[in-house]
């Protein structure tokens, strides 16, 4: 998806992550994902630079479907949808 | 001929069986390092991997148990060697030292300063993630009985054994990853 298109994306369910580092986000999204049905979209707000590579990772272990990453002035919006 | 065949049938199921069984999705880590650093590797793999749906099981043995170690609690009943190897030994996890530049606890201080403005979790808080999370910590009884360390002063964890190297080899032998740190 671009990062227009993701900009426009309702999110179901932010999960707030900033400020914790490796592997607070990682945990937080778990965690979070399990809070929404499948086919809803999450969103995840990171300020740690690792996450970029592990959600998308993260997300195909898991199944879940990465939509992509929109990069804010100090952290990242990350996107998903549940599989 | 049709039993022989069957026989074999029989055999090809349970080899498969096995097979389906063997390595699950689970991961033991032998932690056998008591320093800082190495523990808290340790603990972020093992936190990390609860994410990824993978049952977590670790195996304290030699210096780490002393990070298990819970400063409030005191055993009567030691005999000098084990008094000796307690008062030598980390109480717990907020004494441990760093591997490198631990520098009188100077180095140590630093990194916990550092580590508090980047938002990197205290090993304490590890350990109490860990356990909220199902990570097992399974305590080499050995290792224990060695340095005089009694059950009664391990912390309050909710999954904890006291067990043997038969443990870890059953766990390991079924597990995708292992790893000795």
Known sequence: MTTEELRNLKANQTVDARGTAC????????????DIESGEIMEILSSDEGTKHDIPKWCQKMEHEFLGIVEEDSYSRLFLKKA | ??????????????????????????MTLVVFSGELDKL????????????????????????ATAALRDPKKNVKGKNFMSK?????????????????????GMGKAMLEGLMKKKGVKSLPELFQVAGELGVEINVCEMSMDLMGFKKEELIDYPKMN???????????EESKIQLFI
Request: aromatic share 8%; charged share 25%.
């Open chain 2, 40 to 63: 808290m590797a340790a603990m972020i793999i093992a936190t990390g991997a609860t994410a990824m749906d993978m049952e977590v099981k670790l195996f304290f043995t030699f210096w």
């Open chain 2, 84 to 104: 000796m190897f307690g008062f030598m030994l980390p109480k717990g996890a907020k004494k441990v030292k760093l591997s490198k530049m631990h520098m009188g």
């Open chain 2, 1 to 26: 001929m049709e039993i022989e065949f069957e026989k074999q049938l029989v055999e090809l199921k349970k080899k498969v069986g096995k097979l389906e069984n063997g390595r699950k999705d689970k």
């Open chain 2, 162 to 172: 006291i067990c043997g190297v038969g443990t870890f080899l059953a766990d390991a």
């Open chain 1, 23 to 34: 592997p607070g986000p990682l945990l937080a999204a778990k965690k979070a994902v399990g």
